[in-house]
T-cell receptor, first 115, second 114 residues
Framework: AQSVAQPEDQVNVAEGNPLTVKCTYSVSGNPYLFWYVQYPNRGLQFLLKYITGDNLVKGSYGFEAEFNKSQTSFHLKKPSALVSDSALYFCAVRDSPYNTDKLIFGTGTRLQVFP | DGGITQSPKYLFRKEGQNVTLSCEQNLNHDAMYWYRQDPGQGLRLIYYSQIVNDFQKGDIAEGYSVSREKKESFPLTVTSAQKNPTAFYLC?????????????FGNGTRLTVT
């Protein structure tokens, strides 16, 4: 069975500092990995995805994510955090390119960026 | 602008009443989904539909029903059989035939049942 874990409920970082939001996964086949962001009382917005190829994936709003197969991780990163990055971040995984019904979401990590 | 519209934003109901949440999209997406979000639990799939007049149960379909009579619309009914209906409900859509097409979400409906 596939699963995804976001080990931190909350991450706090000062504005201008680099940020990392962690995600680890477990799938039986090749992983297809996604990051979404949710602002208060809004739906989720797609940030980036890893399918195959380069282990460093660049996405929206200056975010990037590093795929590490040996550590089964897909951590979200940004070199310089902004206060406006404060939101809830979700990692998601599936083991097939088409079965969205099998897309498994993590429990979310709340990012708080302090001025 | 294309997008997904969920209405209403807030909904209050008495226990024992059925309630229907609206979801409309003008993205011309084939696939539509309903998720439930509870604090600390991430998103859980209730129902999904990949084509008009067809839909499938997700992980937590009990107490819910859907219809897909039009490509643009995928309403969700929360029935009185749903034991814990108070939650934030999110509708989403995607291009079913494109590999790894991301989900597009509406802004959600917060349902409170007392």
């Amino acid at each position: 069975a596939q699963s995804v874990a976001q080990p931190e409920d909350q991450v706090n970082v000062a504005e201008g500092n680099p940020l990392t939001v962690k995600c680890t996964y477990s799938v039986s086949g090749n992983p297809y990995l996604f990051w979404y962001v949710q602002y208060p009382n809004r739906g989720l917005q797609f940030l980036l995805k890893y399918i195959t190829g380069d282990n460093l994936v660049k996405g929206s709003y200056g975010f990037e994510a590093e795929f590490n197969k040996s550590q089964t991780s897909f951590h979200l990163k940004k070199p310089s955090a902004l206060v406006s990055d404060s939101a809830l971040y979700f990692c998601a995984v599936r083991d097939s390119p088409y079965n969205t019904d099998k897309l498994i979401f993590g429990t979310g990590t709340r990012l708080q960026v302090f001025p | 602008d294309g997008g997904i519209t969920q209405s209403p934003k807030y909904l209050f109901r008495k226990e024992g009443q059925n309630v229907t949440l609206s979801c409309e999209q003008n993205l011309n997406h084939d696939a539509m989904y309903w998720y439930r979000q509870d604090p600390g639990q991430g998103l859980r799939l209730i129902y999904y539909s990949q084509i008009v007049n067809d839909f499938q149960k997700g992980d937590i379909a009990e107490g819910y029903s859907v219809s897909r009579e039009k490509k643009e619309s995928f309403p969700l009914t929360v029935t009185s059989a749903q034991k814990n209906p108070t939650a934030f409900y999110l509708c989403a859509s995607s291009i079913a035939t494109v590999e790894n097409s991301p989900l597009h979400f509406g802004n959600g409906t917060r349902l409170t049942v007392t």
